[in-house]
């Protein structure tokens, strides 16, 4: 399901892209890699943390990372290498793989959908997103969770019609 996502986007989508961009065939944008970031003040409990680090598995099939704080905060009552979260980040096959899910399964199962804001895209191209709800099939668990689309384009007009083609639906 995933391949034909991939076999599309480098069938059809590339091409698109170069000729609406005017670009030569290095430059046109794709996706580089997704990272998913679960964090919360509540993962210091090593239940808690062992659950989001199940969680993350289960819904990418790759396992997770822990993080830990790189400097001490005290209004959060975190202190310097303290367990705060943990991440995946997915490349090539199990990219695709969970974005197919992710668009075709797990977005439409979001309450009062009206689409994403196309406001979130940094200066580099990429789009982060926040995620509350339990939108994931594989686990009855709910997390917050951070999602990152990193992208080879340098500009967000690029990236958004990118992310508009691969099936993210934006806000009008």
């Not at 944008?29 to 199940?54: E, G, Q, R």
């Not at 490349?91 to 197919?100: A, E, H, L, N, P």
């Not at 200066?123 to 992208?151: A, Q």
Request: glycine share 6%; proline share 3%.
């Amino acid at each position: 399901m995933s391949k034909s996502l991939q076999k599309e986007y480098y069938q059809d989508y590339k091409s698109k892209l170069i000729q609406e961009f005017d670009l030569n065939v290095m430059e046109s944008p794709c996706l580089v890699k997704v990272v998913i970031n679960v964090s919360s003040s509540d993962l210091t409990n090593s239940a808690t943390l062992d659950n989001a680090f199940n969680y993350l598995y289960k819904i990418t099939g790759q396992k997770p990372v822990i993080t830990k704080a790189k400097k001490a905060i005290s209004n959060f009552k975190i202190r310097q290498g303290q367990t705060i979260g943990c991440k995946v980040t997915l490349r090539r096959q199990k990219m695709y793989d969970f974005i197919t899910k992710f668009f075709n399964v797990s977005v439409p199962k979001i309450r009062d959908f009206r689409g994403f804001s196309k406001k979130s895209f940094d200066k580099f191209g990429n789009y982060s997103l926040g995620i509350n709800d339990r939108i994931f099939v594989e686990s009855s668990e709910s997390f917050g969770m951070g999602i990152t689309f990193v992208t080879s384009s340098h500009s967000p007009q690029q990236s958004l019609r990118l992310l508009t083609l691969l099936g993210l639906p934006f806000r009008k």
